[in-house]
């Protein structure tokens, strides 16, 4: 159950577009469709923002999206725009039916 | 609304044991796995342990797995964690959240510190 790894942090001005990595291996990203991207605000709860790789759930703006490419998934936030600055960690179903976090990123806004 | 609301954090001597709660509203409880997830302090997150809707399944990290118990009650609407032989590494904020590889409602966590 090794992490998944991101990118310590990412940056963008405000209007641009920003992709997050998250990289696994054969036995996760690459095996299931069940990756999933939280945000989190410091202090706060996550907030789930992408799940099976591309769905957004009810509230989440269009601007994020999400895509796989073997044992890479990604996170694309378009249109930056300030409250978009916080923390970001991938999920994804792993072998024996387990679960495992990306270390995280740190998206500033600047 | 869905409220999801963590309880029985504390501090505690390493080897020693903790019971977290996890009380639930606003949704079908029953309906939902739900799973415990940790965050050490500055570090990222990490999947402890899934329930399923009737406790059929339980499934834990490499971490945890021997120490901890998932557990959970429908007819009170609530979800448990029963560390036991804790160390210093367990040190986190553990929340509680709807799902099983996917997690969309999550509480506001109950901290554990684990140290002498």
């Known amino acids: 159950q090794s992490a998944l790894t991101q990118p310590r942090s990412v940056s963008g001005s405000p209007g641009q577009s920003v992709t997050i990595s998250c990289t696994g291996t054969?036995?996760?990203?690459?095996?299931?469709?069940?990756v999933s991207w939280y945000q989190q605000h410091p202090g706060k709860a996550p907030k789930l923002v992408i799940y099976?790789?591309?769905k957004r759930p009810s509230g989440v703006p269009d601007r994020f999206s999400g895509s796989k490419s073997g044992n890479t998934a990604s996170l694309t936030i378009s249109g930056l725009q300030a409250e978009d600055e916080a923390e970001y960690s991938c999920c994804s179903y792993a072998a024996s039916y387990t679960l495992v976090f990306g270390g995280g990123t740190r998206l500033t806004v600047l | 609304q869905v409220q999801l609301v963590e309880s029985g954090g504390g501090l505690v001597k390493p080897g020693g044991s903790l019971r977290l709660s996890c009380a639930a509203s606003g949704f079908t409880f029953s309906d939902y796995y739900m799973s415990w997830i940790r965050q050490a302090p500055g570090k990222g997150l990490e999947w402890v342990s899934y329930?399923?809707?009737?406790?059929?399944?339980?499934n834990y990290a490499d971490s945890v797995k021997g120490r901890f118990t998932i557990s959970r009650d429908n007819a009170k609407n609530s979800l448990y964690l029963q560390m036991n032989s804790l160390r210093a590494e367990d040190t986190a904020v553990y929340y509680c959240?709807?799902?099983?590889?996917?997690?969309?409602?999550w509480g506001q966590g109950t901290l554990v510190t684990v140290s002498s």
């Open positions: 959240a709807t799902g099983g590889y996917d997690f969309v409602y």
């Open positions: 054969s036995s996760d990203v690459g095996a299931y469709n069940y």
């Open positions: 329930v399923s809707t009737s406790s059929d399944y339980t």
């Open positions: 099976d790789v591309i």
